[in-house]
């Protein structure tokens, strides 16, 4: 029996995929719904698009700021119990946005849902460090991420439906009670892996063997920081090479996440119920993007090849194809509008698997924090790019909004060619 259970390891790490899987659904559902409601909301509450802009933002500004303290977390509170508290209250403030009486309040609701989601994308860096070895990494982001992207293609048109018949404030209120009920999901069945009950020994040898990272119970512990900790995580090249890497990527999602629906109603003349539908195929090529990049990285790690190519090559031809963005100034057609979005989106999916550099370049106690500057730095996307197009569009053209988004996405193509070298943990001090 000893030596079957040995050989025959279980497979409870998919299972804790599958559960953050739909955490990342939920938690791009509350981020994004307000692009859905964003022409409702614009009306009632008398908003110009400069003010529209600073509400698409106002996540932005309290998840980036937070990011670094919510790596902390991620690092010293297990993850069912603050993944828990967190989908609570971000779900409430997600409630709460569907009572606003103006621009203030909805700022405040957007600003605190932005505070409890800032712990999610570090606890989801964790977790799949702690469940999975080198080998399989890549492939698992891919999935998790992908959550943001497939939710988003299914429920966009599902939302849009749901604002039509039951107005821009139902619909903040169902997508907040969803997260509150799934909090409890979470908590009842989420476990680290030498918490769990039913994963075997064998399972917790290949993560452990493969790289996966988890704290034993006679662990030592480590301060809760230390100024060396911080010079290492902003002084590396190569950290620095996949930060700005990171806000470029981001640049192109967040557009998707705030202006994409009110550039096809408002800039395009397209019918509300109709950019629903349409709107979910850019969210299903960014998945395709995501899933291939994903499979295709840890594919050519089997094949031998150097972690420094098979990681850094999709996600540079991804960046690439992300400023195809522009494309879709030059045309009037809605397929080829629909395309130029579809194919850039593709290209920013590809680049998403760049959560696994968090995973490979961080000192083994830092993975946190480090994750944490990491998304810190991609999120100030979420408040530099709506506040720019909003601005840039007061005037009545999207076509310079597009130029600036589809620009950054070589930008960071360039950042990954000539700044992240070479692969390899950063040794801790």
Known sequence: M????????????????????????????????????AAGVGEELKLSSVQLGLIFSAFGWSYAALQIPGGLLADRVGPRVLYAACLATWSLATVGQGFVKGFASLFAFRLATGAFEAPSYPINNRIVTSWFPDNERASAIALFVSGQFIGLAFLTPVLVALQYYAGWRGLFIVTGAVGLVWALVWYFFY??????????????????QGGGVFKKKDAPKTPAWRWE?????FSNRTLWGVYIGQFCVNATLWFFLT?????????R???FLKSGYLASIPFLSACAGLLLSGFLSDYLVSKGKSVSMARKAPIIFGLILSGS???????DDTALIIGFMSLAFFGAGMAL???????????????????????????????????????????GDFKPALVFVGTLGIVGAFSYIFLVGKIERVVAK
């Open 191 to 208: 476990r680290d892996p030498l918490d769990h009950p039913k994963v075997n020994d064998a399972e917790l040898k290949y993560i452990e």
């Open 353 to 395: 698997i760049s959560w696994v550099f968090v995973s490979l370049l961080s000192p083994r106690h830092l993975i946190g924090l480090t994750g944490g500057i990491f998304n810190f730095m991609g999120n100030l996307a979420s408040i530099v790019v709506p506040i720019v197009i909003g601005f840039v569009v007061s005037g």
């Open 259 to 267: 202006w994409f629906p009110t550039y096809l109603v408002q800039y």
């Open 2 to 37: 000893e030596g079957l259970e040995n050989t025959k390891k279980t497979k409870i790490r998919y299972g804790m995929l599958a559960l953050v899987f739909v955490n990342v659904v939920i938690n791009y559902l509350d981020r994004s719904n307000l692009s859905v409601a």
């Open 325 to 331: 963005i522009v494309g879709a100034n030059y045309v």
């Open 269 to 271: 003349g397209l019918n």
């Open 229 to 233: 900790d911080w010079k290492q995580v």
